[in-house]
């Protein structure tokens, strides 16, 4: 345990992580977190949020209709927007997040779905996730929608993803 407490994402929590986010470099506009919320809010997304000591440490999502095609067309719930600011970084809250949402997701499916980038600053989740028993869903790169064929030249940004899956334990 890493000491960090877990919860569902609030209402109140948007400035605060947008606010976090934004002061760490995150690129992601502020509105993506109200977006976040509203799907929680329909029932198409759960967001938690990780506090140290009470201050904001990171966030994940479950997507429980998945963009990713080969997910949605088998039903499988992926976590998505895994997050933890640098200076909580390697206390283990990344693996209390995942392990929430896994926790979550086994109460609707017994496959977890992930996804994760390819360059270098994805290099501790490509990790973690493996030492987690996530393993690729054997259908290569993915650009967005789009799967990258063999001898194809594609940017590496972060639309440009391996997708992993994982068996969980039933409840």
């Known amino acids: 345990m890493s000491g960090a407490s877990i919860r569902e994402f609030l209402d ?4 605060t992580i ?5 002061a760490y470099g995150s690129d992601k506009p502020a509105d993506l977190y109200r977006r976040y919320f ?3 809010v329909a029932g198409r997304r759960n967001l938690f949020v990780a506090e140290w000591e009470e201050v904001f440490c990171g966030y994940v999502t479950v997507v429980w209709q998945s ?9 499988i719930p992926e976590i998505a927007d895994l997050n933890v600011v640098p200076p ?3 206390r283990g809250i990344g693996s209390e997040l995942l392990d929430t949402a896994e926790f979550e997701i086994s109460y609707r499916s017994e496959v977890a779905g992930i996804g994760v980038g390819l360059d270098a600053g994805y290099g501790f989740a490509q990790r973690l996730y493996v030492e987690r028993g996530y393993v690729p869903d054997g259908l290569g790169i ?5 799967f990258v064929k063999s001898g ?3 940017c590496i940004d972060e639309q ?5 899956t994982k068996l969980l334990a039933a409840h």
Not at 12 to 15: Q, T
Not at 67 to 75: E, I, T
Request: charged share 25%; with cysteine; aromatic share 8%.
């Open 12 to 15: 109140s929590d948007l400035k």
């Open 18 to 22: 947008s606010s976090a986010m934004g």
């Open 38 to 40: 509203e799907d929680q």
């Open 67 to 75: 963009h990713y095609g080969p997910f949605r067309d088998q039903g």
């Open 88 to 90: 909580y970084r390697r």
């Open 142 to 146: 993915s650009c967005g929608v789009h």
């Open 152 to 154: 194809e030249t594609i």
């Open 160 to 164: 440009t993803t391996i997708q992993m």
